[in-house]
C-alpha cells in the first residue's frame, strides 16, 4: 500500500503570495494549512517555545494536519564550548556542550500538546557538521533517545563519516535499535558534509525528506547561521531525481513528509506542490500502464 504523502516547507510565516491583504499573523498558519499538510517548524531550533505557544499551532491548524519539528540546537551540540572552532578539532566531544537533562524535560514539555493532539509528525534531530560518527556518536544519540521515549525522531547527519561505506552498516543497526528513521536530505554536493544520502528508512512509520537546494556559498554560510534560509529555486530538472526516489520511500514507510527549506518561501512552496503533482502523475503512468514512460 502506498504511503501518505505530505508536503510543506520551512516555517509558515516568511511566506506572502498566499495570505490576502490584511492577514494578521495569528490567522496565517490556517491559511497555510489549506495549501499544505505539513509544514517544517523550525523556529523551534531558536528556543524552546512554552507549550502554551505550541498549543495555539495546535488551536489555529486543522485536523490531520502535522508539524515536523526540528529540536533545539542546544539538544542537537549547536551550543560550542567557548574558543572552539570546529574546522580545527578533531571530535565534537571537543567542541560541543552536552546539555543538561533539564533541557530534554523543558522540550518533552513543550512538544506535549502537538503529541497529544495527534499533530506531531517527526521530532528532526539535526546535528551540526561537527558531529562525527563513532562511539561516542553513538551513546550520545541513545541519550537522546532515552531522554525522548515517546517522541517520533528522525536524525539529519551533516558530517558525512556517518554514511561512509565503512560506517553505513553501524550507521543504520543504531537508528534501528533505537528506533529513530533517518532524514534523506538534498543539499549541495560540493559541500565538505556532502555524501550521497540514505535511500532507505530505519522505522516503519515515517520518512522524512528535507530539499535544502544546491546553493554553495549559502550552505557554507549556514555553519555560523543555521537558521538562515538557504536562496534556492528548485525547477522541473533539479526536481526529477526525487520523483522516484519519494515513491520508492512510499513503499517502506507508512508516511512520507517532504519540506523544502529553501528561500524564497513562495518558490519553495510552489516546488513543493509541483513535486507532489509529478509523483502523483508517475503514480497514475504505473496504474495505467504498469510502467513510467
Do not use: C
Amino acid at each position: 500500500m502506498t504511503a501518505v504523502r505530505r508536503y510543506g516547507t520551512r516555517g509558515w510565516q516568511r511566506l506572502k503570495e498566499i495570505y490576502p491583504p490584511r492577514t494578521r499573523p495569528n490567522e496565517m498558519l490556517g491559511v497555510y494549512a489549506q495549501h499544505a499538510s505539513v509544514v517544517e517548524a523550525e523556529n523551534v531550533f531558536s528556543g524552546i517555545p512554552k507549550p502554551e505557544r505550541v498549543q495555539e499551532w495546535v488551536d489555529r491548524s486543522p485536523d490531520g494536519f502535522r508539524f515536523d519539528v526540528v529540536a533545539f540546537g542546544g539538544l542537537t551540540l549547536y551550543q560550542r564550548r567557548p574558543g572552539a572552532d570546529p574546522r580545527r578539532k578533531k571530535s565534537w566531544t571537543d567542541v560541543a556542550v552536552e546539555p543538561p537533562g533539564v533541557l530534554f524535560e523543558d522540550f518533552r514539555a513543550s512538544l506535549e500538546p502537538l503529541r497529544t493532539a495527534g499533530r506531531l509528525g517527526a521530532v528532526i534531530l539535526q546535528f551540526p557538521p561537527w558531529f562525527e560518527a563513532g562511539t561516542a556518536g553513538r551513546e550520545y544519540l541513545g541519550r537522546v533517545r532515552q531522554e525522548l521515549p515517546e517522541l517520533p525522531l528522525a536524525v539529519e547527519f551533516r558530517h558525512p563519516t556517518w554514511q561512509v561505506p565503512v560506517n553505513q552498516e553501524s550507521t543504520l543497526e543504531t537508528l534501528i535499535e533505537l528506533e529513530v528513521g533517518t532524514v534523506i536530505a538534498d543539499f549541495p554536493s560540493e559541500s565538505d558534509d556532502w555524501y550521497p544520502p540514505f535511500d532507505m528508512t530505519t522505522v516503519d512509520d515515517l520518512a522524512v525528506v528535507r530539499l535544502h537546494g544546491h546553493n554553495a556559498e549559502g550552505w557554507t554560510r549556514t555553519l555560523q547561521s543555521p537558521v538562515e534560509p538557504v536562496t534556492y529555486e528548485y525547477d522541473e530538472r533539479s526536481l526529477a531525481p526525487w520523483v522516484q526516489r519519494i515513491r520508492d520511500l512510499s513503499l517502506e514507510a507508512a508516511e512520507v513528509h517532504v519540506l523544502l527549506g529553501t528561500a524564497s518561501p513562495d518558490a519553495a512552496l510552489a516546488s513543493a506542490q509541483a513535486l507532489a503533482e509529478a509523483i502523483d502523475a508517475a503514480d497514475e503512468a504505473e496504474a495505467r500502464w504498469g510502467y513510467v514512460p
